[in-house]
């Protein structure tokens, strides 16, 4: 097995589509189909399942995906690290970002990063805390941002910023709330809120465990900005973190207020693997990351008060 196997093997993984793949890799179809014949050839085990809609990795497949991936991020790693003796930051950071994070700032903090950095390579996805956690530990991501506390995290974790979450409901709705409401109120409010798989929806019911109620919401979605949309048309009432609501809270379609008897902070911190090292290109990443979410949090604070 060679280097080349190997990145085109996890391509193709990735893509489950030679054609996608081979247009990734920019190679003609057959040198890919080729190449991966002759590792399945000399692995003595079948790697992919094909079928009408795509390809599939068997059981040897995922085992090889989850051992290799690895091997080539650490490459990439070496690689960038070299290239950065000349003083230039460049290189591949592949970071994954829960919604809120991601829905608030990645647009703008995206752009500061293409344009200061134009060596970097940026991949970022959207998933679970918990999700993205496994794929920092298993190498699919070199930093994770999560809502934190959260099970197994590591001790690289870097905090980026504790933030409240609010009480929100639509401009038009008429019910009269002062402007500090106590959290047990939600317990008899129609609401709105993400699924347990969520990492919001775990800190909104240990709140409520610890208030004495249980939440039972009449939605459940996991995507923020559905949930802000729900509440901008209807009557229903919703808690996110402030940067999840600075859009609408900004257009005037949602108003907010904020919980007392308890608070409900959520804090977001960026993670990376501890057997890994942070490369000038990571750091300089989430250096404009933090500073975005930061500022998209305090301008999410100013618009409820005003």
Known sequence: MDL????????????????RAARQLNIVQPALSMQIAKLEKS???KLFYRGSRGMSLTAAGEALAQRIAPIIVDIDRVRDEIAQLDGEVSGRVNIGMITSAAQS????SSAAIAAKYPQIHLLVCEGYSETMLEWVATGQLDIAIVN???PRLPATARHILDEEMMLAYGASNKMALPKVVSFDRIESLDIVIPSRRHGLRRILDDAATEA??????RLEIDTLSA????????NLFTVLPGIALQSALAANRIKARRLRNPAIVRSVAWVTNPRRNVTAAMSAVMDII???LTKAAASASRLVRR
Do not use: H, R, W
Request: glycine share 4%.
């Open 105 to 108: 700032t990645l647009p703008v």
């Open 290 to 292: 933090a500073a975005d």
């Open 43 to 45: 692995l003595d085990k």
């Open 4 to 19: 080349k196997q190997m990145q085109y093997f996890l391509c193709l993984a990735q893509e489950g589509n030679v054609t």
């Open 148 to 150: 934190t506390p959260a």
């Open 212 to 217: 004495g109620f249980s939440l039972k919401p």
């Open 227 to 234: 949930i802000c949309e729900v509440v901008a048309t209807t």
